[in-house]
């Protein structure tokens, strides 16, 4: 899986920045390295990432200034602003990483909307997800949501996932687990 490959990625980024020499490593590893927080949504360790980077590095470097308004976004849960600053022309290294970022956001946003809304306007749902009208066709198409005809913007109605059933737990059971911690407090 993905997100397990870039999981182990960061476990050698992080290897290799702290046996850098003289403590500094190489821009492209602190690129990558932050790339990855962004996509783990690690936003605590991007920042501690981006105090420790040398100011020299990061004052002459046009992406690593682009992924700092990224996580900016992602820290203020800006979505327009997320979507300003990951649409950018990143480096080889990089790409693949930001755009599987862009894509695991936006598949995160619709499920949000899915689960929170029970009906939202059209153009909300395309500032939210960064999505074209036609896109928007083709979504709610494939997770059964409805449309409902009219002029611009138009509301969708989306259909509620069928979630697991909730974890029913007896009351003799929370009461024989709260009595547990309360002797395990006085002793």
Not at 22 to 29: K, P
Not at 71 to 82: K, Q, R
Not at 164 to 173: L, Q
């Amino acid at each position: 899986m993905l997100s397990e490959k870039i999981r182990q990625l960061t476990l050698v980024l992080e290897k290799h920045e702290l046996e850098a020499p003289g403590g500094i490593s190489t821009i492209q590893l602190y690129s990558e390295l932050f790339a990855a927080y962004l996509y783990q949504n690690d936003l605590a360790s991007a920042r501690f990432l981006w105090k420790r980077i040398p100011q020299n590095m990061k004052a002459g470097n046009v992406e690593l200034e682009q992924m700092y308004k990224v996580y900016v976004a992602l820290w203020n849960n800006n979505t327009a602003a997320f979507y300003k600053a990951i649409n950018h022309d990143w480096s080889k290294h990089v790409s693949e990483l930001m755009f599987e970022l862009k894509e695991k956001f936006q598949q995160e946003t619709i499920a949000l909307v899915g689960r929170a809304y029970s009906s939202i306007f059209e153009n909300v749902f395309a500032e939210m997800t960064n999505q074209t009208p036609d896109m928007i066709e083709d979504t709610c198409k494939s997770l059964n949501w409805e449309i409902l005809p009219g002029a611009y913007p138009r509301l969708i109605i989306p259909k509620r996932t069928v979630d697991e059933k909730p974890i029913v737990v007896s009351a003799e059971s929370q009461l024989h687990r709260l009595t547990d911690f309360v002797s395990f407090l006085e002793n």
